[in-house]
Structures are given as structure tokens and as C-alpha cells.
């Protein structure tokens, strides 16, 4: 379907370059090929617990060239997005030190009572019941409802960690209320923020993870190419989220561009 590389791609991080601390087979082969090839890269990531250098010399330790401008989190993502958006006023957060730092560094209001304006879930490793009770009381006098990504689980090796799109479903549940606004991955928020950043057409644009619901679903509104890490054989896929490309491992994306060049030469 596709022949030419891509001017840009976008890797996921979690389960789709490294699992835990151990580079997946192939990972920083597939990236020194697209380096190799010309393209603009971006690491994003939906996990909101670390900095941008951190996953900067995460992947570097893992012999994955990335610098600092490259990465993307949803925390970075959520600070910039509300402070273009100070009707959000007064924030509650659940969620952990990185994310407060990002906001802090906006210069954004933070409260620790329930008398918020939004309340902000995200990946808490630090979750009490008594978090879990200000962030259901502020949404119950109307407080906005926000998220900085819907992952219910962050993949790790020994089965993963709880994440926040188990958070905002007790919330959900309990106030009778739906999340308002997503921050990270698939939101078309994102998408647009990468394309502008780019600057090239969404169809010159790969997008490479290990989920359909955050990653695929987020080229797919975009518009994007799409391939999706899969080392089991695939269920049944709705049509809407159908991605260009199923590899078995990140190992096989340079593969296929470089079997459809010669078959085009």
C-alpha cells in the first residue's frame, strides 16, 4: 500500500521500543534506520510520572539515540494545554511529582482541597483513598473533570501497573460523570501539535505503537499511517482502527519500506 518512507514517525515508548529497562530486540536498529533515512522522529509517551530527560537518557542508556526536544510526554502536554486555557482555573490533581512540576513551571494554581475549579487524573503510583475522596467531591460541586492520559494499564514485565483510565473510571462511577478532555494520546489535540511540529501532511506522517485504542486511534484521526506492534496473532480489529501495518516486532518496520522501495525501483 505504501512505498516510500515517511518523512516523520512517532514512536510509542512503553511496550513498543522498551518493556520495563530492557530494549526490545530490533529497537535501536529500527531507529537508527530511520535517522539513517532522513526522517524527523518524536518519542511520545502517555505516561506522565517522568521527565523528558529522563526518557531522553532512558533510551540513550539502551543504545536508542533520543535527545531531550524529541520526547513528548502527557504531562508537558497537560501543563501547555491549560495554560492556553486559564478558564480552568484552580487545579486538584491526582496524580504524581512530575506532573506537578510541569505545572508549576506554567505557572498554573494548584489547590489541595476540593474547592478546585478541574480536576486533573493521571498515573498515580501515590494514590490514597483520601485523594481519590477530594477529587470526588470537587467534581460533585461541578469542578471541570480532565485527564492527562486513559491508559488503564502501563506495560511493565512483570504484567503492568494500574494507570490512570482506572482512576477516572472509579470517578466515572461513582459521580455518574464522563471524563471532559483527554490531554494525551489519541486526543486530536496531540495530533495537531505533532503535525504543526513537523511540518509535513499527515500522509507523509507514521505513527508506530503497541495500542490501538491510544496510538492507532491517534493516526488514524489524524490521518496519519499507522503501525501497530503486535507479537500475537490479531483479534478482530474494528474497521475504524484497522491499522496500515501489523508488525510481530518494531525489528520488522525497516523491512517493509525497504521491500516495497525495491519493488517500486
Not at 70 to 88: G, M, N, R, W
Not at 93 to 99: F, P, S, T, W, Y
Not at 147 to 161: I, Q
Request: aromatic share 8%; proline share 6%.
Amino acid at each position: 500500500m505504501w512505498g516510500k518512507t515517511p518523512s516523520a514517525f512517532i514512536f510509542d515508548l512503553d511496550g513498543t521500543l522498551y518493556i520495563g529497562n530492557q530494549a526490545i530486540e530490533g529497537a535501536a536498529d529500527t531507529i537508527k534506520w530511520v535517522r539513517d533515512s532522513g526522517a524527523k522522529i518524536k518519542f511520545v509517551t502517555n505516561n506522565p510520572r517522568h521527565s523528558r530527560k529522563f526518557y531522553s537518557d532512558k533510551l540513550v542508556s539502551m543504545g536508542i539515540q533520543a535527545t531531550v526536544e524529541e520526547i513528548v510526554t502527557s504531562a508537558q502536554l497537560t501543563a501547555l494545554y491549560l495554560k492556553d486555557h486559564p478558564e480552568y482555573g484552580k487545579l486538584y490533581v491526582i496524580g504524581e511529582e512530575q506532573l506537578f512540576q510541569e505545572l508549576w513551571a506554567e505557572g498554573l494554581p494548584i489547590t489541595d482541597d476540593d474547592h478546585a475549579d478541574t480536576v486533573i487524573v493521571s498515573f498515580d503510583t501515590t494514590l490514597t483513598y483520601a485523594k481519590l475522596l477530594t477529587g470526588y467531591k470537587a467534581l460533585l460541586k461541578g469542578a471541570h473533570f480532565i485527564a492527562t492520559n486513559p491508559d488503564t494499564v502501563c506495560p511493565t514485565p512483570d504484567g503492568g501497573l494500574v494507570d490512570a483510565g482506572a482512576i477516572i473510571a472509579a470517578l466515572e462511577v461513582a459521580t455518574g460523570r464522563k471524563v471532559e478532555t483527554v490531554i494525551g494520546k489519541p486526543s486530536k489535540l496531540l495530533g495537531e501539535l505533532l503535525l504543526a511540529d513537523f511540518k509535513v501532511p499527515p500522509d507523509q506522517c507514521m505513527i508506530v505503537g503497541d495500542r490501538l485504542n491510544t496510538d492507532i486511534r491517534l493516526g488514524k484521526q489524524a490521518g496519519m499511517m499507522t503501525g501497530w506492534i503486535n507479537p500475537l496473532k490479531p483479534t478482530d480489529i474494528p474497521d475504524e482502527l484497522k491499522p496500515d501495518f501489523i508488525f510481530h516486532s518494531i525489528a520488522e518496520l525497516p523491512s517493509v519500506f525497504i521491500k516495497n522501495s525495491k519493488q517500486k525501483a
